[in-house]
């Protein structure tokens, strides 16, 4: 696909190269047009016809788009670097297409101080991405005390979460609300009702009592939801909700909406693409919490991203060891990889499938929007001269066949493997440096 006229090692960045990306067909928050690209140093300095650079890249038939944005991964470092660390785990993102990322803060330990969240942004400097992170909203994520935010927000922190368990506590979520108005952050909610959800293994319904498993109903997501929106309308917070996917939830974050409500959520890939069917053959490979759900939650989860009720996919990227996987259904951890294969499920799922979106529309809940949910400031702006260089090329047209391999991450736990897709990212730019070409990572 890409014919390089001169191509130094990882050409961009700050060498002085113009990297020209020619023939394709740019897509961002301001349209769809076709144009020539030009990266110098860190930024985009033309976009139009006919344009010239040091380094060009044949692009004919493929999309540029601002760089893909996860607001939710899990790298595992520190404390589980067997599953994965910072540095595969952003390997992974490039080649998905992703120019950020927002690691999740349940590691060992968890990022509750400023102390972790340096430690992570630092590791996060040598990384093929941008790695931003999540603080929590409480101590060790113990839901008993608030964690201290200011000093986590004042290292750029602009999203807390307690992400693997949901704030039980009402009025310490509210003092949560409270507390993170006044320092201008999100509060983003893992939405499960320990009550509810203890000792189960999958969804509560036709499959989990086929397999005589513990089952998780809806409603254990949904009355979290419920008082979340509740609480954001007392305390005037701005909320974000983490990987629904239930079609009740998605009813009530349009509810939310419609009333002016400063309610965002989020759907993983799998939530529109796997049911519960899949455990039929008690794989961990498809435990995950919030787990997989019935034909009508998938179907709900796809036409909340159609319609904008859901304004962002977010990968819930979740390595896990082999020889933890490989244990029975019930006992393992719950948790699926997504980064290199969140766009091509979405444009298969998605655009080729009855939601009928379009590209475009995929590649907002994939890149601008949770960019502007996260204020990632950096990502997911138009291509544009003057805006930074943070930018995918997509193939929309390749079909391959997803593996076991579970590419560059330490980990095996994919949940697709034998599916065909659509959608293949051919380069990722991140800050003008060249750091997937042709599919393949730099160096």
């Known amino acids: 696909m890409s014919e390089v006229v001169r191509l130094p090692e990882r050409p961009g960045g700050d060498d002085g190269v113009d990297l020209l990306l020619r023939g394709g067909i740019v ?16 930024e985009v300095v033309a976009v139009g016809p006919d344009l010239s650079g040091d380094v060009e890249l044949d692009i004919r038939g493929c999309v540029v ?9 899990h790298l595992r470092q520190p404390g589980r670097e067997e599953a994965e660390t910072i540095e595969s785990g952003s390997r992974a993102a490039a080649l998905g297409g992703y120019t950020a ?42 839901g008993e005390q608030l964690a201290p935010m200011a000093e986590m927000a004042a290292l750029g922190v602009t999203l807390f979460t307690d992400d693997g368990t949901g704030v039980q506590d009402d009025l310490l979520m509210r003092r949560a609300m409270e507390y993170g ?3 201008d952050v999100t509060l983003a909610q893992h939405c499960e009702v320990a009550a509810l959800s203890a000792g189960t293994c999958m969804h509560e319904g036709e499959w989990s009592a086929r ?3 513990p089952g998780q109903p809806a409603e254990a997501e949904e009355l979290m939801v419920m008082r979340d929106i509740a609480l954001a309308r007392l305390t005037g917070a701005r909320l974000h909700l983490l990987h629904m996917s239930t ?19 989020e759907s993983a890939p799998h939530h529109f693409t796997l049911t519960d069917a899949c455990c039929a053959d008690y794989d961990a490979t498809f435990k995950v919490h919030p787990p997989l759900r019935g034909e ?29 996987k490989e244990l029975p259904f019930d006992q393992a951890p719950p948790g699926m990889l997504g980064l290199e294969y969140a766009l091509a499920l979405a444009i298969t799922q998605l655009v080729d499938g009855p939601a009928g979106m379009s590209l475009a529309g995929v590649l907002a809940r994939l890149s601008w929007q949770p960019a502007a949910i996260a204020r990632m400031e950096r990502h997911g702006r138009p291509v544009a001269p003057g805006e930074p260089a943070n930018l995918c090329v997509i193939d929309p047209e390749a079909t391959w066949t997803i593996d076991a391999s579970g590419g560059a991450s330490r980990s ?4 697709y493997v034998g599916r065909e897709v659509r959608g293949k990212v051919r380069h990722t730019i991140c800050e003008g440096v060249l750091v997937v070409r042709d599919g393949e990572a730099q160096q």
């Open 27 to 42: 897509v961002d928050a301001t349209g769809e047009r076709q144009a020539d690209v030009v990266v110098r140093g860190r």
């Open 65 to 73: 788009s601002p760089g893909l944005v996860d607001l939710h991964t």
């Open 101 to 142: 990322v927002l690691a999740m803060p349940n590691t060992t330990p968890a990022i509750d101080s400023a102390a972790v969240v340096r430690e992570v942004l630092e590791l996060g400097r040598a990384a093929c991405c941008d790695v931003h992170t999540a603080g929590a909203i409480t101590v060790d994520r113990a």
């Open 181 to 183: 108005r006044g320092l």
């Open 211 to 213: 397999l005589g498993l």
């Open 247 to 265: 079609a009740g939830s998605v009813a009530m974050i349009a509810a939310a909406r419609a009333g002016g409500l400063a309610v965002t959520a």
């Open 296 to 324: 009508r939650d998938v179907a709900a989860v796809a036409a909340g991203l159609a319609d904008n009720t859901i304004s962002a996919i977010a990968t819930d990227h979740a390595p896990h060891c082999p020889e933890d």
């Open 412 to 415: 095996r736990n994919v949940p």
